[in-house]
């Protein structure tokens, strides 16, 4: 991968784990989240993350900050910090989600995934716009308390607490808590000497661990072994079966495939897409194949092109399964109208 692709680490092979695995399908209920017209700014100082953000296609622009007389010339002579620049992460998103849905959120790095999470979690603060929610937002409260010079085991009880357990209930869930994230005697070192795989499934393992009413998970799937991916499966449907809602961001999109029902698809801070999750799992590998270097090469001629051919093909077979379905239906009256 290139430097200029490294925004593209989307993964669309299918994991062996993931084969033929399907979310299950559950009924809804109530709606318990609402996001209305959400806009997330970050201020950056200087040049680095601007130029980062820019790479990744965000909207950045300039602004003019004042600086009061007073503070100029406090600041005289000491030369100034750089420019300030607003990076527009989360561009007017809107959807509505109901209890017991699985929502994957899928986009290529720098989309807005991670801020527009955290901005529901209330953990950003929106520029414009609002989130409501209904219950507890998990993950990210939990992530807010832990401490990375604790060790684990202090980490354990003090995210059970941030999720309203009792200190008995935490005592209750510890073994399981380890077992789950599969840390072992890591469990008694501070979480600062942690790998980044073992921290992320140490706190996917936390916030599930009290049924939470939106459990959301951050890319920890992508650092566990198959058999993680396993438990967290089993671990999602059960907190879905209670009527709580899942949000899962990740670059694998068969995992997407394999936990859940609904797709949203971020590109440049706004929602692309949102629908079922063959649909839009379908058009964002469209478009992930359509954006590698090989592909990205066509003409605006040949893509148009290629785009027209598929769309007809697309249209004859649409139209041949039509027709056959007509040629059976009408079969099949005859035979009846025979007998
Ligand atoms: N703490 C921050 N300060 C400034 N800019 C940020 C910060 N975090 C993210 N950004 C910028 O906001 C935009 C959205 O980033 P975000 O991390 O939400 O995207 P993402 O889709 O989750 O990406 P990834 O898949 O790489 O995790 C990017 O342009 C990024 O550079």
């Not at 300039?62 to 002579?77: D, I, S, T, W, Y």
Request: aromatic letters at 4%.
């Amino acid at each position: 991968m290139t430097e200029a692709d490294d925004h593209m680490d989307f993964d669309l092979e299918v994991e062996p784990e993931d084969e033929g695995e399907e979310a299950l399908e559950t009924d809804l209920g109530e709606p318990c989240l609402v996001v209305d017209d959400l806009n997330v700014v970050y201020r950056v100082i200087g040049g680095r993350a601007k130029k980062e953000a820019e790479k990744q296609g965000a909207e950045v622009r300039e602004v003019k900050v004042k600086v009061p007389f007073f503070k100029r010339l406090l600041q005289a002579g000491r030369g100034h910090v750089g420019a300030v620049s607003e990076i527009h992460a989360v561009r007017g998103v809107s959807f509505t989600v109901r209890h017991g849905e699985s929502v994957g959120i899928v986009g290529v790095n720098g989309s807005g995934k991670s801020t527009m999470l955290r901005a529901i979690a209330g953990l950003m603060p929106p520029r414009s716009g609002s989130v409501h929610v209904s219950g507890e937002p998990s993950l990210l409260g939990v992530n807010a308390a832990l401490m990375p010079q604790l060790t684990g085991e202090r980490n354990i009880m003090i995210g059970g607490l941030a999720l309203g357990l009792t200190p008995k209930q935490v005592d209750e869930r510890f073994d399981e808590v380890v077992e789950f994230a599969g840390i072992g005697d890591f469990v008694y070192l501070p979480m600062k000497t942690y790998s980044s795989g073992m921290g992320a499934r140490l706190r996917f393992a936390i916030s599930s661990s009290a049924s939470p009413d939106i459990l959301m998970i951050d890319e920890a799937l992508a650092t566990g072994d198959a058999a993680f991916k396993e438990r967290s499966k089993a671990r999602i449907e059960q907190v879905r079966e209670n009527a709580g809602t899942v949000f899962l961001v990740s670059h694998s999109i068969s995992t997407i495939e394999a936990m859940c029902t609904r797709v949203l698809w971020m590109h440049q801070g706004q929602l692309v897409m949102d629908g079922p999750v063959h649909e839009v799992a379908e058009a964002y590998k469209d478009f992930v194949r359509a954006q590698r270097p090989g592909n990205r090469g066509m003409s605006p001629a040949r893509r148009r092109a290629h785009l027209r051919k598929k769309a007809r093909e697309e249209a004859e077979q649409r139209a041949a399964a039509k027709a056959q379905q007509k040629a059976e239906s009408e079969a099949k009256k005859a035979a009846e109208s025979r007998a």
